[in-house]
């Protein structure tokens, strides 16, 4: 019904900047909150940043400062701009959002692919 398709990922070298894209489509009705979460191998997956529908943003302490999460609602889209890369950003990135779907009463969670960024010299 949903799928949430993400897009920018690659290999970065230190210090530079990439930016992620997420774009919702399918039978949505609304989209709640979106953010980006982040898997490294051998670690569990962690919060990177959220923002809510109404543009509110937290960020986790490891990127803070260096990243910006925005959204543009007409296109159902979310970015997660990254600067000053450094080698342990270096993870699988997954987009999350949730979504009120057509027919349905209740916002369900979904999860995007997940898109490899390798930040190294």
């Known amino acids: 019904q949903v799928q949430l398709a993400e897009s920018g990922g690659g290999l970065v070298q230190p210090g530079g900047s990439l930016r992620l894209s997420c774009a919702a489509s399918?039978?949505?009705?609304?989209?709640?909150?979106m953010g980006w979460y982040r898997q490294a191998p051998g670690n569990e997956r962690e919060l990177v940043a959220v923002?809510?529908?109404?543009?509110?943003?937290n960020y986790a302490d490891s990127v803070k400062g260096r990243s910006t999460i925005s959204r543009d609602n007409a296109k159902n889209t979310v970015y997660l701009q990254m600067n000053n890369l450094k080698p342990e950003d270096t993870a699988v990135y997954y987009c999350?959002?949730?979504?009120?779907?057509?027919?349905?009463?209740?916002?369900?969670?979904?999860w995007g692919q997940g898109t490899q960024v390798t930040v190294s010299s």
């Open positions: 999350n959002a949730w979504i009120k779907v057509e027919g349905v009463a209740t916002p369900r969670e979904y």
């Open positions: 399918g039978r949505i009705r609304s989209i709640l909150g």
């Open positions: 923002i809510t529908s109404g543009g509110n943003t």
